[in-house]
T-cell receptor, first 113, second 115 residues
Framework: KAGVTQTPRYLIKTRGQQVTLSCSPI?????VSWYQQTPGQGLQFLFE???????NKGNFPGRFSGRQFSNSRSEMNVSTLELGDSALYLC????????????FGPGTRLTVT | SQQGEEDPQALSIQEGENATMNCSYK?????LQWYRQNSGRGLVHLIL?????REKHSGRLRVTLDTSKKSSSLLITASRAADTASYFC???????????????FGKGTKLTVNP
């Protein structure tokens, strides 16, 4: 099976802009979770989608949003970018919802200038 | 806030030596997982241990779980240069916490294996 893919791999944006990141899970996986990783805060949970429904959400402002499509592909959007949004954004898929084994994509490195 | 905290933050050893990393957590869990991350890349799942298990093996990896002490350890035996990576423990919040379960990661142990 193909692994989790994320596009784009690298992105440079300017403060105030918005960005959309994409994640394609492993075939057959219905759960997709998003994480933000920074040197200071480590890995922080953003949200989880399961069968097109947001199942869980982390402590991030409303500028961070996401959605999942019927084919389980997921997108996350960050509006009004801030310098502090610079991070590695990781997507993970799982065959089950919740705290089960997750398969991670390579991540999208976002740099906000 | 982080549920799990790894110790030490960094570990440097020689090839062939064993590496031990520890993880402590604060609240009850259903399971605890260990992941590896090579520099700037995605995480790779290593092993999952359930709250009713005390020890689990996978190849050169041995994981122990002590729920009374709320701690886990990951032992990598006969380490190789290719084991150089950051290692994270992840815990679920547990049904008793209310809400649905999600994984919460520690900040990781950076392991360097010198050839």
């Amino acid at each position: 099976k193909a692994g989790v893919t994320q596009t784009p791999r690298y992105l440079i944006k300017t403060r105030g802009q918005q960005v959309t990141l994409s994640c394609s899970p492993i075939s057959g996986h219905r759960s997709v979770s998003w994480y933000q990783q920074t040197p200071g805060q480590g890995l922080q949970f953003l949200f989880e989608y399961f069968s097109e429904t947001q199942r869980n959400k982390g402590n991030f402002p409303g500028r961070f949003s996401g959605r999942q499509f019927s084919n389980s592909r997921s997108e996350m959007n960050v509006s009004t970018l801030e310098l502090g949004d610079s991070a590695l954004y990781l997507c993970a898929s799982s065959s089950l919802a919740g705290s089960y084994e997750q398969y991670f994509g390579p991540g999208t490195r976002l740099t906000v200038t | 806030s982080q549920q799990g905290e790894e110790d030490p933050q960094a570990l440097s050893i020689q090839e062939g030596e064993n590496a031990t990393m520890n993880c402590s957590y604060k609240t009850s869990i259903n399971n605890l997982q260990w992941y590896r991350q090579n520099s700037g890349r995605g995480l790779v799942h290593l092993i999952l241990i359930r709250s009713n298990e005390r020890e689990k093996h996978s190849g050169r990896l041995r994981v122990t779980l002590d729920t009374s002490k709320k701690s886990s350890s990951l032992l990598i035996t006969a380490s190789r240069a290719a084991d150089t990576a950051s290692y994270f423990c992840a815990t679920d919040t547990g049904r008793t916490q209310g809400g649905s379960e999600k994984l919460v990661f520690g900040k990781g142990t950076k392991l360097t294996v010198n050839p």
